[in-house]
């Protein structure tokens, strides 16, 4: 994918301009001459806020497609399969779908071992794109229930009154029950007769025993914030 950045720069008729190494400085003083093909060298450096600090100048910059080819090309090492933290840290609060979205291959890559870091960060983009995505993998039974509780844990379950809507369904039907105990031991929204009455009958009536003690934990929880 890199080309497609070269090739982008060569025709800004930037290439012959670009630094081999830039800090934090540089970043700032070449935003504000617009030469973006200087800000991206910055996700290329070795020092993590260098690259967190170039990602976070570029996520200001609409309408130009290098911005968003630069995060694509190194969000996620080619070789690995390692998704860039710094980078991903950078978009935090963003709500760049366009930017966000490069990051979406890491999440089925076997070879990922921090999935449940990327997820969080990637919800953490406030990127809407992520949330429906995420709320997709949920409410997919293809999916593995590693995958699914990880989701959930990554989210605020109750945000809205929809998004509580949909974890009470999922935790009362959802066929694994990894699923279920994820989402009761953190289903603290209201100390409501409505939500009292649901987790007292997922903690009374659910099948597994790990399901029903992680309604236990959530009604405890919610026994002390109301005392």
């Given at each position: 994918?890199k080309?497609?950045l070269?090739?982008l720069?060569?025709?800004t008729?930037?290439?012959?301009?670009?630094p081999?190494?830039?800090?934090?400085?540089?970043?700032?003083a070449n935003?504000?001459l617009?030469?973006y093909?200087?800000?991206?060298?910055?996700l290329?450096?070795?020092?993590a806020?260098?690259r967190?600090y170039?990602?976070k100048q570029?996520?200001t910059?609409?309408?130009?497609e290098?911005?968003?080819?630069c995060?694509?090309?190194f969000?996620i090492?080619e070789e690995?399969?390692?998704w860039?933290?710094?980078?991903?840290k950078?978009?935090?609060?963003s709500?760049?779908?366009?930017?966000?979205e490069?990051f979406l291959p890491a999440?089925?890559?076997?070879?990922v071992?921090?999935?449940?870091e990327l997820?969080?960060?990637?919800v953490a983009?406030?990127?809407?794109?992520?949330?429906?995505?995420m709320?997709?993998i949920?409410n997919d039974?293809?999916e593995?229930?590693?995958m699914?509780?990880e989701?959930?844990?990554s989210l605020a379950?109750?945000?809205?009154p929809?998004?509580?809507e949909?974890m009470?369904?999922?935790m009362?039907?959802a066929?694994?029950?990894?699923?279920?105990?994820?989402i009761?031991?953190?289903?603290i929204c209201?100390?409501?007769?409505?939500?009292?009455?649901t987790m007292t009958?997922?903690?009374t009536?659910?099948?597994?025993?790990s399901?029903?003690?992680?309604?236990?934990?959530a009604?405890?929880?919610?026994?002390?914030?109301?005392?």
């Amino acid at each position: 994918m890199k080309y497609a950045l070269a090739l982008l720069i060569a025709l800004t008729g930037c290439g012959d301009r670009t630094p081999a190494m830039v800090d934090v400085n540089d970043i700032s003083a070449n935003m504000v001459l617009q030469r973006y093909n200087v800000v991206c060298k910055g996700l290329e450096m070795r020092d993590a806020w260098t690259r967190e600090y170039a990602t976070k100048q570029l996520v200001t910059v609409r309408d130009e497609e290098l911005p968003i080819q630069c995060v694509c090309d190194f969000a996620i090492d080619e070789e690995s399969g390692a998704w860039d933290e710094s980078i991903l840290k950078g978009l935090a609060g963003s709500g760049r779908s366009d930017m966000a979205e490069c990051f979406l291959p890491a999440m089925s890559d076997p070879r990922v071992e921090n999935r449940a870091e990327l997820i969080s960060a990637l919800v953490a983009t406030g990127a809407s794109v992520m949330v429906e995505h995420m709320e997709s993998i949920i409410n997919d039974s293809t999916e593995s229930p590693e995958m699914r509780a990880e989701v959930v844990e990554s989210l605020a379950l109750c945000e809205s009154p929809e998004r509580k809507e949909m974890m009470t369904q999922l935790m009362l039907e959802a066929d694994a029950p990894l699923i279920r105990a994820s989402i009761a031991e953190r289903f603290i929204c209201d100390e409501s007769e409505e939500h009292i009455a649901t987790m007292t009958h997922v903690a009374t009536n659910d099948p597994e025993g790990s399901v029903r003690a992680a309604a236990l934990k959530a009604l405890d929880r919610l026994d002390g914030a109301g005392s």
